[in-house]
């Protein structure tokens, strides 16, 4: 693709090294500002979770990471280095975008869209590790038992994880997932959440768009709350994970408990009070642990 | 963290030996495929060369080709005038069908990998009609600013210009609903259709004569000089489409998934739709309009080998050259003293497949989207 310079190849980051990063991002639909002015840093090693009520502007916010949404007039940089100047080539060399749903136009196999994730190396020393990283990246996954098959042939859930299959075999620094886990039974969420860690806990950086909370509790380093188009809340599950701050974001009554056996944290809803008023003044704010 | 141990893998072994064998039969079927089409393209080559009023064994038609490189072997045409038929009649009209059919393979394919849409062709969507117009504007107004590449350079001009518009009005969000590319066909072929009712009006006698076998498509008549002026075109053409083939495979992701997978998709674009019109706008311009044969080519050949660009494009400008190498043998032999529109064949043959593909397509995505 850019025959008219070399194509630098990407450098190993050391964890803690900003791989991402996002300054002063607006992004307006027509009348409507979706996001008002958002920065946000992401770093090697860790797992951020975005996560917000429905049309809180999460998954825009992955569509401006990811340059598929125009970010203007903020600035997002990858590796140090603003989007616009590495060419789409470079970037795929270092970002990898799962988006919500994916289609492919005709019957490739399995296998052949997975190692369509293989493309960005090809005329690289890495090439050469071509098989070795489809087996690896199919395996994680759960897809070897479908490389034969059509892609368009498959369920969603099946599509959902050959399409991170390819994702995955592209061996970006930075993954960014749009709703891994949507269509997903739980043993496979798990699976996704735990390739995410895996991923992170190796040196890269992911920032994962989740709806459900306990999932996001359970694998992220960092939960950034978003609603209504700025940052709410960004910090440690455990300090973010109130629940105070969820019944105000989400207008529902929310509690956080923990796990009686492991800690862990679980969010669930007030089923038992219908009015969310009434919920805080009943519960104290800042309640946390098993009733 | 999160254990995954627990989701057994026990079936993998037997899976990848699966995956691998199903590698091994579309690979053994992807050599089958180029082998027949190639063996059965040099048969129908001499055969074609051979029929006609003048009939000329297989066996001569050989001996003349190995006789014109130097090579003394074999029995030259029993006729007196054998080796002048089949030299100065048929051999230019049987490599301009090779080359018109490979064209017009290779565009289908093309077409479908950037619509993204099975049904895109040259002929459907409108390109080929557009081509026509250009070629009918200079015979017209006898425009000759670049000798015998007027034609060629004005038709390539006008389906570059056609296929610009129709891209650019039915795409959305980087595919192409079926509804929305076999209306834009309607509204494309409405146009072109006044456009050249309009040059007929215009045209004298001659030119009227001209348009008239546009619209119905022959190789009737082509000589060395008509294959000289679109050789090189389409050879730009069907090399050019080569380069594009891998980052075509990429773009069946969508648009954005491509992106992501460094691949330029603006420039693709252009890119192809520069490739399609340098392969169509030559090919009407001395073929007149042949319509479905890059619809059903490749569409077939995907069938067969898979959706693999890198092979699917070469496969399919082999088939198209078959398919109009033996689509002409019939046009000029299936009727004694007459020449048969080839386009009114391939659309007798093209429409019905048409059909049955729109049907496939509607039950595949649940009516119409």
């Known amino acids: ?291 | 963290m999160a254990s995954t141990a627990t989701i057994s893998s026990a079936t993998s072994p037997s899976a990848s030996e699966a995956s691998a064998a199903t590698r091994g039969r579309v690979r053994t079927r992807t050599v089958l495929v180029f082998g027949g089409l190639t063996l059965a393209l040099v048969t129908a080559v001499i055969v074609a060369a051979g029929s006609g009023q003048l009939e000329v064994s297989p066996s001569e038609v050989i001996g003349s080709i190995l006789h014109r490189l130097g090579i003394d072997a074999g029995s030259m045409p029993s006729h007196p005038n054998g080796d002048a038929v089949l030299w100065d009649v048929r051999f230019p009209r049987v490599v301009m069908a090779l080359l018109v059919g490979s064209a017009l393979g290779v565009a289908g394919a093309l077409m479908q990998g950037v619509f993204g849409n099975p049904l895109a062709e040259p002929a459907v969507v409108g390109v080929s009609s557009g081509a026509a117009v250009g070629a009918c504007l200079v015979i017209v107004f006898k425009i000759t600013v670049l000798g015998t590449f007027t034609t060629p350079v004005a038709a390539f001009l006008a389906s570059l210009l056609t296929t610009l518009i129709v891209y650019g009005l039915s795409r959305s969000n980087g595919r192409t609903e079926v509804v929305t590319i076999v209306l834009m066909g309607i509204a494309v072929n409405a146009v072109s259709a006044g456009l050249i009712g309009f040059f007929v009006f215009l045209g004298d006698t001659q030119a009227r004569e001209q348009i008239v076998f546009w619209q119905l498509g022959s190789l009737n008549g082509i000589r060395w000089q008509a294959v000289a002026a679109v050789a090189p075109l389409m050879a730009v053409g069907l090399a050019g489409a080569g380069t594009v083939a891998r980052r075509l495979d990429l773009l069946a992701l969508g648009e954005r998934p491509a992106r992501h997978l460094g691949v330029n998709v603006e420039r693709l674009r252009l890119t192809t739709i520069v490739m399609v019109a340098l392969l169509v706008g030559p090919a009407v311009a001395f073929a007149g309009i042949i319509g479905f044969v890059g619809l059903v080519v490749a569409h077939l050949l995907r069938m067969v080998i898979g959706p693999s660009h890198p092979t699917l494009i070469p496969a399919s400008a082999l088939g198209g050259a078959l398919v109009l190498l033996l689509a002409d043998l019939f046009a000029r032999t299936a009727v004694d003293f007459a020449d048969l529109p080839i386009g009114m064949l391939t659309a007798l043959i093209g429409g019905p497949s048409f059909f049955w593909l729109l049907r496939r397509e509607r039950s595949r995505a649940g009516g119409w989207a």
């Open chain 1, 1 to 291: 693709m850019s025959w008219r310079r070399v194509t630098r190849l990407p450098d190993a980051s050391a964890p803690g090294d900003v791989v991402l990063s996002a300054r002063g991002v607006h992004v307006r639909f027509g009348q409507v500002e979706v996001l008002a002015g958002i920065d946000l840093d992401v770093r090697a090693g860790e797992v951020v979770a975005l996560v917000g009520p429905n049309g809180a502007g999460k998954s825009t916010l992955l569509g401006a990471l990811s340059g598929d949404i125009d970010a203007l007039p903020g600035t997002v940089t990858v590796n140090g280095t603003s989007v616009a100047d590495w060419t789409s080539l470079e970037l795929a060399l270092r970002r990898g975008v799962l988006p919500q749903r994916s289609d492919v136009s005709f019957p490739f196999t399995v296998e052949q869209v997975v190692r369509m994730g293989r493309e960005p190396w090809r005329n690289t020393e890495a090439e050469d590790a071509d098989d070795v990283i489809v087996a690896w990246a199919t395996e994680s996954t759960d897809v070897v038992a479908l490389m034969g098959r059509e892609f368009p042939s498959l369920s969603g859930g099946e599509q959902a994880r050959a399409a991170l299959a390819r994702v995955l075999a592209q061996q970006p620094g930075l993954l960014l997932l749009d709703e891994p886990t949507a269509s997903l039974d739980i043993a496979h969420q798990e699976q996704v959440l735990g390739i995410a860690r895996t991923r992170a806990e190796a040196g890269d950086a992911v920032v994962v768009v989740l709806h459900d909370l306990g999932l996001a509790a359970a694998h992220a380093d960092r939960v950034v709350v978003v609603s209504g188009g700025v940052v709410v809340a960004d910090g440690p599950p455990a300090d973010v994970m109130t629940d105070a701050l969820l019944s105000a974001v989400y207008g529902c009554a929310i509690e956080v408990l923990r796990h009686p056996r492991t800690g862990a944290l679980m969010v669930l809803p007030r089923r038992d009070i219908v009015d969310l008023a009434e919920s805080l003044e009943q519960r104290p704010l800042t309640t946390k642990g098993a009733p």
